[in-house]
């Protein structure tokens, strides 16, 4: 089993990389759930420093149409990064033909990379909409865009599920300004 | 006043399916003192509990908070703890009062990286044989171990009816994989749900003085006088020190656990049928051998997997009737429950063990199998 060849079809491994506080592990949850009310099979793992808040966070997410027997993510097909930190250090394990997304404000990426990565100041949109800490829904909304890995009718009712309902319509503009970036 | 039962499909932590399992048994009494990677339970405990009308206390330690737990139980109460390896080895004493004193009670243990502080963060499932012989005396308990959410919900659930049912302190036996991991969680209607009742003393039965395996319980303030104490005790509660009040007791407490080994054992069978190596496995690690075992097989192998959902009492039976060839125990320690498989094993046992810290990967246990198969 080289790292290379997936054990199942139909089945797309996703991490997303940044630090505590930048909501890395709720955008895995969302998505994750999003996964589940269209009747697929989802696992989320994260992994974590020991510190609180401003250490590294790992959200790694497993969506596939059979159930999922083995939990962890070994080589992602998509990898979003919210961090220089976390592109660096995670870069390594994707896919050869993966995915990278980031914060074009917080991440440079190199070169040869550019053919297979989308940029989006996810941070910068969300200060504009007037909370930083949206960022994650901001990229939540530009990967549904590129990739159709859930529908974005599913992703708002997982959102509106879960997030708080006075955050609710903040959350929601930020996933619709992602979207649109890429659209 | 929120409901107890959350009938529906969630996407939920091992951790937070394991708060609803035991709500949903009818836990109405948590006391803890929270450690990583466990504290999730004692988190989502302290916000339900007030909200179905029970209590949440927060303790000093784990000595403590097992010994609360002990006490609110005899208060007519169900009630739970969780922990982590630092924590489980301080509650080992109150464990064996609980066995002791015949106290229906649920223990989790989320197992992380020991000897001592060890891992914090990081997985293990160290803590297997600690769970069985962790405290003093001979006794046997009931121990789960979940592979998943669900189980945490599911079996959290059994441990609560399994422990008014036997009179019991039940171990559920998670780690941090399982325990942290999110995944779909399915919780049934309120009327599909079944509770075991505490048996209440009944002074008709009583007069009659047939023996049973497990006597009703008088708890405090219902009407009966009392006498509840770790020390050596006859039918009515009170000390006898000697030989033969002590062969009785000990006698009848394993004996509960022991004789009724085919309601408390389960485990799930996969392939079995014609197999030539067998792999046992339990919680986190037997999913990492479903994929090993899956792949094994596309390699034209033919090998099967028995999933130990009760670890204890051991499922010894089972064992001794395999009729493979060999068998691989892979486990997230150096070795623990491949002593007790090796004990009842009629062909040759290999462990597949590793130090903890991470998951068992699924490349090892797919080595062993290949490596296996060359010799047979």
Known sequence: ?????????????????????????????????????????????????????????????IIAQEPI??????????????????????????????????????????????????????????????KRVVSNNVMLGLLIASTHLVSKETLERALAETVPPQFRELNLRALEVGFAHFA | ???????????????????????????RFYAGYPITPSSEIAERMSRRLPQVGGHYLQMEDEPGSLAAVLGASWGHCQVMTATSGPGFSLMQEN?????????????????????????????????????????HGDYELIAYAP???????????????????????????????????????????????????????????????AEVLVPPMACAGEGFAIHVTGLTHDERGYPAINVETQQRLIG??????????????????????????????????????????????????????LRLITVWPFPAERIKALRAEALIVPECNQGQMVREVERFATCPVRPVSQ???????????????????QIG
């Not at chain 1, 994707?94 to 040869?112: A, C, H, K, N, Y």
């Not at chain 2, 006043?1 to 836990?27: Q, R, W």
């Not at chain 2, 106290?103 to 000897?115: A, K, M, S, W, Y």
């Not at chain 2, 659930?157 to 399915?186: G, W, Y």
Request: aromatic share 6%; glycine share 10%; proline share 5%.
């Open chain 2, 252 to 305: 009848r407490l394993r004996g509960k656990i022991l004789q009724n080994g085919a309601e408390i054992i389960e485990y799930e069978e996969r392939d079995l049928e014609g197999a030539r190596i067998v792999v046992v496995a339990y919680g986190s690690t037997a999913r990492s051998a479903l994929l090993a075992c899956r792949l094994a097989r596309q390699r034209g192998l033919e090998v099967g997997l």
């Open chain 2, 147 to 209: 592979q998943s959410p669900q189980e945490m919900f599911d079996l959290t659930f059994k441990a609560f009816n399994m422990a008014e049912k036997f009179r019991t302190p039940v171990l559920v036996m998670s780690d941090k994989i399982v325990s942290q991991m999110v995944e779909r969680v399915l919780i049934p209607a309120e009327k599909q749900i079944k509770r075991v009742e505490r048996r209440r003393p009944d002074r008709a039965a009583q007069a009659n003085g």
């Open chain 2, 355 to 373: 130090a903890g810290g991470e998951l068992l990967a699924p490349e090892s246990i797919l080595k062993a199998i290949e490596e296996v198969a």
């Open chain 1, 1 to 61: 089993m080289g790292k290379a060849k997936k054990p199942t079809a139909g089945r797309t491994e996703i991490r997303l990389g940044g630090f505590g506080g930048q909501g890395i592990v709720t955008a895995g949850y969302l998505l994750g759930k999003a996964a589940i009310l269209e009747g697929k099979h989802a696992v989320l793992t994260k992994a974590y420093g020991p510190q609180i808040r401003g250490g590294w966070v790992l959200a790694n997410l």
């Open chain 1, 69 to 130: 027997d083995y939990p962890e993510v070994r080589s992602p097909d998509i990898l979003i990064c919210f961090a220089q930190d976390a592109y660096e250090r995670l870069r390594p394990d994707l896919q050869p033909q993966g995915m990278i997304l980031f914060d074009r404000d917080l991440v440079s990426i190199s070169t040869e990379e550019k053919a297979r990565a989308i940029g989006i100041p996810a941070q910068q949109l969300a200060e504009q909409l007037g």
């Open chain 2, 95 to 135: 464990l064996g009062l609980a066995v002791m004193t015949e106290t229906p009670c649920v223990i989790v243990d989320v197992q992380r990286g020991g000897p001592s502080t060890g891992l914090p963060t990081l997985t293990s499932q160290a803590d297997m044989m600690q769970a069985k012989w962790g405290s």
């Open chain 2, 1 to 27: 006043m929120s409901k107890a039962v959350l009938t529906g499909e969630f996407f939920l932590s091992g951790g937070a399916a394991c708060v609803e399992g035991a709500i949903a048994a009818g836990c």
